[in-house]
């Protein structure tokens, strides 16, 4: 029977291997980070992730040649599925179309503002090696978080895509609209419902200006301030320590994220509607390869009746408006608030084992026990 995990894993390996081999010694102090699981700062650092146009962390394209620009694009297309990789390509892209809605003048004191160059890659750890490894690829509107132990793929999150503008026109009156199901499938599901049920979907009638977890590590109930959606440098946002959702008191409760799922579970939808769910989830989960994916879990009934979904906003379709989906070891969240509601961001996350936490623990605790068992 093959093993879909170890074999992600391998083809990982051997782009991970191909890129470090091409780089040269100064490259590979940037490009190369700790082991995972080793504690303190350097764990710190590999768990610390970001969305915003900032320091991601590693070797951005600019300092690397074209055929290097190649093998990174190999490694990013070995934890994608060929759509997922085709849609991060195309947010890469939408840096040069975000310059010109901006009309090439917006300035943050670098080079270039919106540079699709401006991306990171760095590979945590020996890829193919005995212990844990793992690479990280992020710019703005990008980041990919990916673990390996004991040769298999052990972790794909936090997974973060946001497209900037978010539907954008193209020749024949056709629009490219990247993320655009994640968006369609939510807004009819929630209109879908029964007026009861609509009531307890929607937590409230505000969008957040934001995800509500942020970039945070661990997912709780803290406010993820502006300042935290970016690493310290020259160009840190206004109003730097106001939360990144803009909500606050009554309304920031009403959207926070407690263990207990709020809004509506998939048991209390009918057979349409669990179609709509299923298929929504998939335009997230997805973004890996199979096997890798958790998707197939959600073909249980029992796993899909968990899922819950929530609201706030708008439901018609131009307005404000944020949904998340939450169950265990889920949540997904999706704002679109933005560029007058033409600015999205779309997280997957998964709270039990984001970075692998939990299987690096378990890792850890075992190879401890043979050692001493020794």
């Known amino acids: 029977m093959v093993d879909a995990g170890r074999e992600v894993a391998n083809r990982m390996a051997e782009a991970a ?31 610390r992730w970001f969305y915003t146009p900032t320091d991601h962390g590693g070797l951005t394209f600019h300092e690397q040649r074209p055929a290097q620009h190649r093998l990174v694009m190999r490694l990013v297309a070995s ?26 003048s917006v300035n943050w004191g670098r080079e270039r503002t919106r540079d699709p160059g401006m991306y990171y890659l760095r590979v945590f750890g020996e890829p193919g090696g005995r212990q844990p490894w793992g690479w990280r690829f992020g710019g703005h509107h990008v980041s990919l978080n990916n673990l390996v132990v004991d040769g298999r793929v052990a972790a794909t999150t936090p997974s973060f895509l946001g497209a900037d503008p978010a539907a954008s ?129 959600y073909d249980d009934p029992a796993a899909l009746d968990a899922v819950h979904l ?3 906003g708008s439901t018609r379709t131009g307005e404000p408006h944020y949904y998340r989906l939450q169950g265990p070891r889920l949540l997904i969240e999706w704002t679109n608030i933005h560029r007058g509601v033409n ?3 779309a997280a997957w996350r998964n ?14 605790a075992l190879h401890h026990a043979a050692h001493h068992g020794r």
């Open 17 to 47: 291997g191909a890129w470090l081999d091409s780089l040269d010694a100064d490259q590979r102090k940037v490009a190369i980070g700790p082991p995972p699981g080793v504690g303190g700062e350097a764990e710190a650092e590999r768990t």
């Open 169 to 297: 026109p193209l020749l024949g009156g056709a629009a490219l609209r990247p993320l655009g199901t994640s968006e369609d499938l939510a807004r009819e599901l929630v209109r879908s419902l029964r007026p009861e049920l609509a009531a307890r979907a929607v937590l409230l009638s505000r969008a957040p200006d934001d995800i509500v977890a942020g970039n945070s590590t661990r997912i709780d109930d803290r406010v993820v301030r502006r300042s935290q959606l970016w690493r310290p440098g020259p160009h840190v946002p206004d109003r730097a320590e106001h939360p990144a959702t803009g909500l606050d008191g009554a309304n920031r409760r009403a959207l926070a994220l407690t263990p207990a799922a709020k809004g509506v579970p998939g048991a209390e939808l009918d057979a349409a509607q669990r179609e709509l769910l299923h298929a929504l989830l998939s335009s997230y989960l997805d973004r890996v390869p199979d096997g890798v994916s958790p998707l197939p879990r």
């Open 79 to 104: 934890g994608l599925s060929e759509a997922g990789y085709t849609t991060v390509a195309t947010v890469l892209g939408l840096e040069n179309v975000l310059d010109r809605v901006e009309g090439f």
């Open 343 to 345: 600015h999205a961001h």
């Open 310 to 312: 929530a609201w706030a």
């Open 351 to 364: 709270p039990e084992n984001d970075f692998g936490g939990d299987v690096l623990a378990a890792h850890h």
